[in-house]
């Protein structure tokens, strides 16, 4: 646009600028759409008066850890709806789903005998297993994650050993590919025999001082071979060793349970009614189930109790919007977004009635910005409610598709799925840790991200014109291709058939 200034096209841009002005108006924000004077109320309750803090303090504290599908996790599932009952949400109820099959993490020990005897530092990645009773023991040999073929193609060196995750060279595949690749290695390792897998989140390094971070290896993954995360300084001591030519040798015993079948979770819901249109439904949340080294506050008690803070400030407000805000704590976030998949599932007939979700799930800092999940067509109408938010705090709006939480399913199903991305500088150590607890959070910035939460929520659900409806298959299937969505969706199994057919018959074009 701007090289069209300096030559005799401004005539042009001119008659353009007009025409665009005339079929579409500027988009309106809060100072112009009339939901200002509610918006204002509900910043007061949610800046001066939050709960999501107490909310905070009882999920961590009170319930604590709840891995999907836990009777922890059903304890949180209980405390979210009776949370949202006394606060005065309406249709408070759990909708149930299954998750393909459950798992315990018992003990995890791990004691290097040579060169030098002392204990490691190791937890258990989630869904994976254990080591015959009682532990055994092997040497330590190194495994390219960089070069996963020739690993897989020789895999049988690796019966009676640890194998420790490296990476070596220039990977010959995405990280993506070498993700889901990950998984066929691991069913390899575990049937030619080998102890455990050093392996963290995907071979991955330790981040954060003497911490572990367990986790998912995949979307809906269990593996029979135990797969641990150890303490970075162990780690490298063992690089260290196998470096100078020597063989590490080690004692593992790790202990975890899987259960037999698919087991029973559920999301939590419950709503506010449209004044107008309440058959129109904006869903806001975040993920209620977490991991066990913790409390499971930064991810993501945080995100439970920003849509828990937002719905009280609004209830407590007394504003009622022109369309339904109905909140939901999904579960089973962690073990492939399984919650959230459900939801657009069981909600599949009533999706064009949807206008979005809004999901919080980046950890215990700031706002920065509102990701609109792939919908360009709504970062224009977007932008002047996140400047009337100047007053709190600097927000930007761009239409990039969040893949790691809740927003991805809405996303494929070309509804905005909003994430509220964060400053988190210290997520990386709280991320699945030890250290994912209460402490690493401050009620002054939880309260001031609840509060965004509810503005955006109350301003998308009560401005005049409707949001968003869901783009056309179509649509979508450009946009995930053209954010590079479609390897990811692809290697996990996640690409609709529809999607797959609508490429059949247009193959896309640049
Ligand atoms: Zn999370």
């Known amino acids: 646009m701007r090289k069209l200034f300096g030559g005799i096209a401004v005539t042009v841009l001119v008659a353009a600028l007009a025409v665009r002005a005339e079929n579409k108006p500027a988009a309106k924000g809060p100072n112009d759409d009339g939901t200002k004077p509610a918006l204002i109320k509900i910043a007061g309750e949610g800046m001066l008066d939050s709960h999501a803090f107490q909310y905070l303090t009882e999920l961590s504290d009170d319930v604590g850890a ?17 949370k949202m ?31 030098i005897h002392r204990p490691l530092h190791i937890d258990a990645m989630g869904w994976t297993g254990s080591t015959p009773a009682g532990g055994a023991e092997g040497d330590v040999v190194e495994v390219n994650m960089f070069d996963l073929d020739n690993e ?16 070596q060279g220039e990977p010959k595949k995405s990280f993506i590919q070498l993700f889901a690749q990950f998984g066929d290695f ?17 071979g991955g390094k330790a981040q954060g001082m003497n911490l572990t971070h367990t986790g998912i290896l995949g979307f809906d993954a269990d593996f029979a071979v135990p797969v641990v995360s150890m303490t970075a300084e162990d780690q490298s001591q063992l690089e260290r060793y196998i470096g100078r030519g020597l063989t ?42 977490s991991w066990d080294l913790s409390e499971g506050t930064t991810d993501n008690g945080m995100g439970s109790s ?7 400030a609004i209830l407590r407000s007394g504003m009622k919007p022109r369309r ?33 979700s809004l999901i919080l799930d980046n950890g215990q800092g700031p706002v920065k910005a509102f990701q609109l999940g ?14 009337a938010l100047a007053d709190i705090r600097d927000v930007n709006v761009d239409d990039k598709v969040e893949d790691g939480t809740d927003t991805l399913p809405f996303s494929v199903a070309g509804l905005p799925g909003i994430n509220m991305n964060q400053e988190s500088p210290e997520y990386k150590y709280t991320h699945h840790s030890a250290a994912d607890a209460l402490e690493a959070v401050k009620p002054d910035v939880l309260a001031q991200d609840a509060t965004l939460m509810a503005l955006a929520a109350y301003w998308i659900a009560d401005r005049p014109e409707r949001f968003a409806s869901p783009w056309p298959a179509e649509k979508t299937v450009k946009m995930l291709v053209g954010q590079h969505q479609d390897a990811m969706l692809k290697a996990f199994g996640l690409w609709p058939k529809a999607f797959a057919d609508i490429e059949k018959r247009e193959p896309p074009s640049n």
């Open 374 to 387: 792939g919908r360009d067509d709504l970062v224009d109408i977007f932008k002047p409610f996140a400047a």
């Open 66 to 82: 709840r891995v999907t599908g836990s009777p922890q996790a059903q304890k949180a599932i209980e405390w979210g709806q009776a």
């Open 186 to 202: 691991l069913r390899a390792a575990g049937k030619a025999g080998a102890i455990a897998v050093i392996g963290g989140q995907g």
């Open 324 to 356: 339904t805000i109905r909140f939901v704590l999904f579960t089973g976030e962690e073990q492939g977004l399984d919650g959230s998949f459900a939801y657009v599932k069981q909600h599949q007939a009533e999706l064009a009635n949807h206008l979005g």
């Open 152 to 167: 897989i193609k020789n895999v049988s060196r690796l019966a009676g050993k640890v194998a420790l995750v490296v990476t």
């Open 248 to 289: 590490p040798r080690v004692h593992f015993n790790v202990q975890n349970t899987f259960s037999s079948g698919p087991v029973e979770s559920a999301n939590v819901v419950g709503e506010i009614r449209g004044r107008e249109n309440p058959e129109q439904v904006l869903v806001v949340g975040g993920h209620l189930d």
């Open 85 to 115: 009952r006394a606060m005065g949400l309406e249709n408070v109820h759990a909708e149930k789903w299954q998750l393909w099959r459950g798992w315990t993490r018992g003990t995890a020990q791990a004691d290097l005998l040579t060169p």
């Open 306 to 312: 920003c849509a828990l803070g937002a719905a009280d």
